[in-house]
């Protein structure tokens, strides 16, 4: 099995390039060797390796700065989705996709399912939506994992934020009504392989969109207390305690671009085709937050 990983050296790129080694031969580009907004370098790409996966972990995700820039963002997102799309096509190959919770405005009070309407509230979630609506009308082999809050040990996130913060000063405020569940790039990594193994014993997953989460409601305010607590629990010094991090609500965090109150992705229909039960988000959290602190340990 051949596979094309594009966007390897973001949170989720380097976590796939290690792990998809272990269900094919794997040809890994970074921005810097293929940009996949130049439609001509991918193309050329494609026909001489010939992949059987696509696996596109590319993507401008930057969600303030793409309120100001959305002709980048749209151009990574989208455009070039959409050529990626028509390639996978012609290639007969499967692209897999990553999208995100950011392509509902967060006003449903229950966890989305994958048939609810999507309605963005920021240009990055629009940008996501217009990438997921081109596969879909290319209609290619094809699957959509949309992830929450992804948070891994490479690349910056907001557990690294929280941390460096909490170094620097004797108090946080972090936003605590809007609700949703961290992702590891470990995770993410684990469900593609399960899906590339369908693929190759001939029981593919029906092509579409899988909303990708651990299990359980989480709160950006009670991720900064997990990991706080964890560094604490491992003598990291830091200025911050956990009884030193307050709870705002997201009117009192002006941010350039909105986000949504509930990012929650029901998950029965990526259970229904796993070879394992999804964590629980503190248990998938809890091994980020090991290997973060590990290596803050060691500088
Ligand atoms: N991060 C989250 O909280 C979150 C939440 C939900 C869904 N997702 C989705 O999950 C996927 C992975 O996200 P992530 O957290 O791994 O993001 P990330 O750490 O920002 O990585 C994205 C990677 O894409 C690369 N990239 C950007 N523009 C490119 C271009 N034109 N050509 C080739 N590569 C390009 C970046 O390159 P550089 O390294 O050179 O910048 C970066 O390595 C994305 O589809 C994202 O939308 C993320």
């Known amino acids: 099995m051949k596979i094309l990983l594009l966007g390897s050296n973001g949170q989720l790129g380097r976590e ?3 792990q998809l080694s272990s269900v094919g031969s794997v040809a890994a580009f970074p921005r810097s060797a293929l940009d996949i907004t130049n439609h001509r370098a991918v193309t050329d790409a494609v026909l001489a390796i010939h992949p059987n996966i696509i ?4 993507a401008y995700t930057a969600v303030d700065k793409a309120e100001t820039d959305a002709e980048l963002a749209n151009a990574v997102n989208a455009e070039a989705v959409a050529n990626l799309a028509q390639i996978a096509q012609k290639e007969r190959a499967w692209l897999i996709h990553y999208s995100t919770d950011y392509v509902f405005d967060g006003s449903k009070p229950t966890p989305y399912v994958e048939t609810d309407a999507t309605n963005p509230i920021n240009v990055y979630g629009a ?5 997921e609506e081109a596969i879909t009308a290319v209609d290619c082999q094809h699957l959509i994992l949309r992830t929450s809050w992804v948070i891994g040990k490479d690349g910056n996130n907001f557990a690294k934020s929280i941390l460096r ?5 004797n108090s946080l405020k972090v936003i605590s009504d809007q609700l949703g569940v961290p992702t590891s790039p470990s995770l993410i990594s684990k469900i593609t392989i399960d899906a590339i193994r369908a693929i190759k014993q001939d029981k593919a997953w029906p092509r579409g969109i899988y909303h990708l989460a651990p299990q359980g409601v989480s709160s950006w305010h009670e991720i900064a207390k997990t990991v706080i607590a964890y560094a604490e629990q491992h003598r990291l010094p830091l200025n911050t ?3 030193d991090i307050q709870a705002i609500t997201t009117a009192e965090y002006p941010t350039a671009a909105k986000r949504p109150l509930n990012s929650q992705l029901d998950t029965d229909k990526l259970q229904s085709q ?3 039960d999804l964590p629980h988000w503190k248990d998938d959290f809890l091994a980020v937050a090991r290997d973060i602190v590990k290596e803050l340990e060691t500088v």
């Open 127 to 131: 940008s996501k939506q217009a990438g």
């Open 165 to 169: 913060l909490a170094a620097e000063r």
């Open 241 to 243: 305690q956990v009884a």
């Open 274 to 276: 796993l070879s394992f």
């Open 55 to 58: 696996v596109n972990s590319a």
């Open 16 to 18: 796939l390039e290690r």
